[in-house]
């Protein structure tokens, strides 16, 4: 039987809950396939700076290097909110980010058929949206130096700085590429390159690269236009290139088209071990009242297995699940609509393990 070491973080507010859920459907994933997963579960975020002073420590650091994946729930809180700022919870997931060597978000957006009434747009204009975000994770305005507070002209002024290197650009173009080279050969790179040096470099890095890639059909979108074309006409997008900062805010907006933040994962892919987390945050408003949406964690399971396992069959499985659950009608509050069942954080879980004991699979 093969053997996994996979890393938990639940981390902060709804962290824990959707892990559970996600932890529920791995382990089934596992006794279908016959793999075992070895789970170490440790502290990171809010969590971690309350246990240790720090919102991640090096033995966490260092457990997550050699781990085989790595899945976090979700950091942060108002609690931490007024904690100085290189000890939030939030750097704890940029460094590890960061000393993981993270530099590519994946963050599929698709929109399931029995959703497209959840969405706040019209059924017409979402049904068969399937957008890949490639966001560059590592660069751009979260780590440009100088960064910080300081007193200007006699006043407090914040300072960040955006800087993109041609390496940096060169690498996430290439994940881009190759990825729309699988999928409907369409890039859609987006820049502010009318206003900011650093997107100016990105543009021309994004030029020299796609000259590789004769077959794939390349656009540059400023992001402005971008934010406003996702929500007017989705489709025209298959594989959306970002910088860090503008894929962060546009990945939420798709995330919309698909219903609830609820249910978008990521994949955080390098040089090693790769991290796998949901794109929404901790959630405090709902934490702890059994309403979280648990997909968006389990989906992000289904990438673990087809990227850090290679088990391409079991992510099908669990992508199949969700959908055949929906279709059944359940749904937590944040999709729910008149006419489906509404179901908890934990119910959605054992729903989805349920189903996907009776589904085939071909491993
Ligand atoms: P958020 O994503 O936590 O919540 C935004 C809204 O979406 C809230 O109304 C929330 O109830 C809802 N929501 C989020 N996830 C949901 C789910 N699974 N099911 C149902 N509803 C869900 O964003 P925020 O409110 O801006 O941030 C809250 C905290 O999370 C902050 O401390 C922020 O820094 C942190 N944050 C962390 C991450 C991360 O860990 N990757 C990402 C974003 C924000």
């Known amino acids: ?60 650091i260092s457990l997550a290097y050699n781990a085989d994946a790595v899945f976090l729930g979700a950091v942060g809180g108002p609690q931490w909110d007024r904690v100085n700022k290189e000890k939030r919870p939030e750097t704890g997931l940029l460094r590890l980010r960061k000393e993981l060597g993270l530099y590519t978000n994946l963050r599929p957006v698709r929109v399931y058929l029995s959703l497209v009434h959840s969405s ?26 100088p960064k910080g507070v300081e007193m200007r002209d006699g006043e407090e002024c914040g300072i960040d700085t955006m800087t993109y290197k041609v390496s940096e650009v060169d690498r996430i173009a290439r994940v881009a590429f190759d990825a729309a080279r699988q999928r409907k050969n369409k890039v859609i790179s987006v820049d502010k390159a009318n206003v900011l040096a650093a997107s100016q470099i990105w543009r021309r890095t994004v030029d020299y690269v796609a000259r590789d890639y004769p077959d794939v059909n390349l656009e ?43 249910m978008l994962p990521s994949a955080s892919l390098g040089r090693g071990t790769a991290m796998y987390e949901p794109v929404h945050g901790s ?10 949406n648990p997909l968006a964690a389990i989906l992000s399971v289904a990438l673990m297995c087809r990227y850090s396992f290679g088990m391409n069959h079991a992510a099908c499985l669990i992508e199949n699940a969700v959908e055949a659950v929906l279709e059944k009608g359940f749904r937590t509050r944040d999709i729910h609509a008149p006419g489906t069942q509404l179901a908890g954080t934990c119910e959605m879980g054992d729903r989805i393990v349920e189903v996907m004991e009776q589904l085939t699979c071909e491993e």
């Open 1 to 60: 039987m093969k053997y996994k070491k996979v890393v938990l973080l639940p981390g902060d507010g709804i962290g824990p809950e959707v892990t559970r859920e996600a932890v529920k459907v791995l382990i089934a994933t596992g006794e279908k396939f016959r793999v075992r997963f070895a789970f170490t579960e440790e502290l990171v975020g809010g969590a971690s700076l309350d246990a240790t002073g720090e919102p991640v420590t090096d033995t966490v």
């Open 120 to 145: 706040t747009l019209k059924p017409e204009l979402i049904k068969n949206i399937d957008i890949l975000v490639v966001r560059e994770l590592t660069g751009g305005i979260y780590f440009g130096h």
């Open 283 to 292: 959630a405090p408003d709902i934490a702890g009242q059994d309403v979280a």
């Open 220 to 262: 540059h979108m400023l992001v402005d236009n971008c934010a406003m074309q996702l929500i007017r006409n989705p489709v025209q997008f298959d594989v959306l290139l970002t910088d860090n900062m503008f894929g962060d805010i546009l990945s939420d907006e798709a995330a919309m088209l698909s219903g609830s933040i609820g």
